[in-house]
């Protein structure tokens, strides 16, 4: 398991960009596949972007040319790059990790979990 700790969410207005971080702990982080999630009141918890090992990535329709998922392994951090924000993208997003070489796209894919972080978009 590897403990992740995201950072980045907020209030924004309609338009608008964030980047949303999340600094994992452990040397193996380069192994992980990495995933973000959201989750919005009252919603079942979605797939947003997911990247794996060797930096290939897969992206949900709905955020598809706007979000960019990437990775630092020398910095243990995935980032997603959220542009264009629009209101129905506001929800507690969550960074997600499991050891795989390939592109996760699923909850049931990832074993480990971040705590979340508030993104918030006004109209």
């Known amino acids: 398991q590897v403990q992740l700790v995201e950072s980045g969410g907020g209030l924004v207005q309609a338009g608008g960009s964030l980047r949303l971080s999340c600094a994992a702990s452990g040397r193996t982080f380069s192994s992980y596949s990495m995933g973000w999630f959201r989750q919005a009141p009252g919603k079942e918890r979605e797939f947003v972007a997911a990247i794996n090992w060797g930096g290939s990535t897969y992206y949900a329709d709905s955020v598809k040319g706007r979000f960019t998922i990437s990775r630092d392994n020398g910095k243990n951090t995935v980032y997603l790059q959220m542009n264009s924000l629009k209101p129905e993208d506001t929800a507690v997003y969550y960074c997600?990790?499991?050891?795989?070489?390939?592109?996760?796209?699923?909850?049931?894919?990832?074993?480990?979990w971040g705590q979340g972080t508030q993104v918030t978009v006004s109209s």
């Open positions: 997600a990790a499991d050891r795989s070489l390939r592109v996760l796209t699923t909850t049931h894919d990832f074993g480990s």
